[in-house]
């Protein structure tokens, strides 16, 4: 292990947009993606949700993808590459709860696997590659989620059973706004809030509705800092790497993004094979 000074790097941004229906979710994304990029062409929505996105095609010639049932992570994560392999800088995938809660989605998985609680053990990873798809992303990520009524359950003073209502609640695993960058809530105005803020741009701040100008404003928050290290100049820093611990000590500097990347992988292996088979030569 080994302490470095911490720096702020650039980022790639992972959102979430969440409302009733009704709310804006879709118009409010696309604007943000073409407030970041300034080119509807580096936009692409994946579209759950009937082909909504269409409706707003009049704003400008983003690109659509369609993805229809089952809503199964691996087909959310295939969608994700899809519009990478194409060269996309921002990502709308409207909307996430499909993939919990639709269709072919985790909750009617594990329901066809008997519903048992063990049955998670094998749902839960394939839900994680598909977080970690959206984290891992060369794109800039914007999800939106829906949210509904919530209610709960109480006994009062005689011990007779009471449904309340408890808020709104978004329809996807619970613990996906940790994840996030930027969590942002809209009412039926179309005002916002943010739940949870990294950027410090908009928390504890009045609401506000969402214009081109809010993405630029992520966007040169995004851009602060030190230049992201590219795949090609991970893998030319591998063969400076004269031992299994310099291997190591790359490693931990090293963002995600670029330690998942196959080509790394790859070439970090041949490395460390390499490293090791000389440590094994006679003096």
Sequence with gaps: MKLTKATRKKAKLRMGLSAVAGGGKTYSALLLAYGMTNDWNKIAVIDTENNSA?????????????????YSPERYIEAIKACENEGMEVIIIDSITHEWDGKGG???????????????SKVTPRHQSFIDAILQSKAHVIT??????????????????????????????EGFEYELTLNINIDLN????????RTGLFMDKPSFIITPETGRLIKDW????????SIEEAINRLSSCNSVDDLTLLKETLPQSIIADKAFQTAGKKRFELLTQKSELPL
């Design 106 to 120: 985790c909750l009617e998985i594990v329901e066809k696997l008997g519903g048992r609680y063990q049955d998670w």
């Design 222 to 229: 995004c851009d602060e800092g030190e230049a992201e290290i």
């Design 144 to 173: 939106t989620v829906r949210r509904k009524q919530d209610y709960e359950m109480s006994k009062g003073a005689d011990n007779k059973i009471k449904v309340e209502k408890a808020g709104l609640k978004e329809i996807t695993r």
């Design 54 to 70: 269409s409706l707003y095609s009049h704003l400008g010639g983003f690109n659509a993808l369609e993805l229809q049932a089952p």
């Design 190 to 197: 179309h005002l916002c809030t943010a739940s949870k803020d």
